[in-house]
């Protein structure tokens, strides 16, 4: 586990910032770099076709490896276009779920049967979410048991370019671009020329890390919430927190990046053991030693831990608020399609 998590840091080092490693897999980057392009251009060619869909559809993505903000960003466009009066669909491939085929989620699933960033967001949004590899398939699902869906948003599946798509949001966060190549010897999971599509671009970052042009989003720690409460539906209180300064506390996450969580956490004034686990961590067995007193959580872990399985520890969950700036939101209305109720939108605030 130490050799592996020793191997994982040096090729993200090199992903960043280059050299040897980096150097060694530029074939293998080239040879991914042709396969991308070849397909990019059967579907230009025709060869390959885009599907057809009855509703728009905004496909959240990025072009870079990791956890970039994809799913806090999908919740943001959900509330922002729920807001507008949109009724609107979420689809997904449910990484890490063992569902076949095409599923709907639903408050009695499983994080283990659709994923845990699917169940997230049915659970945060209350809308529609169906799970399943082929996303237009998934699609067709949702759309057969919730045919008033006016809109869909596709969390991750940029690259999936059967998915039609009337924009594209691209999320980055503070790694920009890395080195610039692609996958292995990079972090890219496309060729930058091959993006065409309409598309906006998102900083999940305090400032732009790539020359494209975009908006910002602020991310802050919305408060807390007991495990037992978070499961019933109740919102975070930011007053929860902050009764945690001063007391020594666990903080696990099981996030692509698990040190941002921690860092946030330290800016609360709170003093906490950090335990990183891996991005979509299962939670098989419990991390943690039985006799722990207080633990802190993020959603995305706690779509995963029942409240009957954590004993006598006493378990918070820790809620994020991912705001784009008002720009972003009037920008994105604007390159969508009429509303099929009203001939104008309502500016967002």
């Known amino acids: ?5 020793r191997l994982q840091a040096e090729l993200q080092s090199a992903w960043q910032h280059g050299g040897v490693l980096a150097q060694a897999l530029r074939p293998l980057g080239a040879l991914f770099g042709l396969i991308t392009r070849l397909r990019a251009a059967l579907y230009r060619l025709g060869w390959l076709r885009t599907a057809s869909l009855p509703v728009p559809v905004i496909v959240v993505g990025n072009w870079i490896v990791g956890g970039a903000g994809k799913t806090p960003t999908t919740l943001a466009l959900l509330q922002l ?10 689809v997904s491939r449910g990484y890490g779920g063992s569902a076949e085929g095409c599923s709907l989620v639903s408050r009695a699933s499983s994080a283990s049967e659709v994923g845990d960033e699917p169940l997230l967001i049915h659970l945060r949004s209350g809308v529609p979410v169906a799970v399943g590899r082929d996303r237009v398939a998934a699609a067709h699902t949702l759309l057969a048991a919730y045919p008033l869906t006016q809109l869909l948003i596709s969390d991750d599946g940029l690259q999936h370019w059967r998915l039609p798509r009337a924009l594209s949001v691209l999320v980055f966060d503070e790694r920009g671009l890395g080195n610039g190549r692609l996958l292995p010897a990079g972090p890219l999971r496309q060729d930058r020329r091959l993006s065409d599509e309409p598309q906006l671009v998102l900083y999940n970052a305090p400032a732009a890390s790539t020359p ?7 991310r802050r720690l919305a408060g807390a919430v007991s495990l037992a409460d978070w499961w019933a539906g109740r919102p975070a209180e930011a007053g929860a927190l902050q009764a945690l300064r001063g007391r020594p506390v666990l903080a696990a996450a099981g996030l692509a990046r698990p040190e941002r969580f921690f860092t946030m956490l330290r800016e609360q004034g709170l003093t906490i053991q950090p335990l990183p686990l891996p991005d979509h961590h299962d939670y098989a067995d419990l991390p943690w030693p039985a006799n722990t007193p207080t633990l802190l959580i993020t959603e995305k872990d706690a779509v995963k831990l029942r409240p009957e399985r954590m004993g006598r520890v006493q378990v918070w969950v820790v809620a994020l608020d991912f705001l784009p700036e008002p720009s972003f939101g009037r920008a994105l209305l604007a390159q969508l399609p009429a509303h099929p109720d009203r001939s104008t939108h309502k500016s967002p605030a």
């Not at 586990?1 to 998590?5: A, D, L």
């Open 1 to 5: 586990m130490q050799e592996h998590g």
């Open 212 to 218: 494209l042009p975009g908006y910002l989003a602020q």
């Open 81 to 90: 276009l729920q807001g507008q009066g949109y009724r609107v669909g979420v």
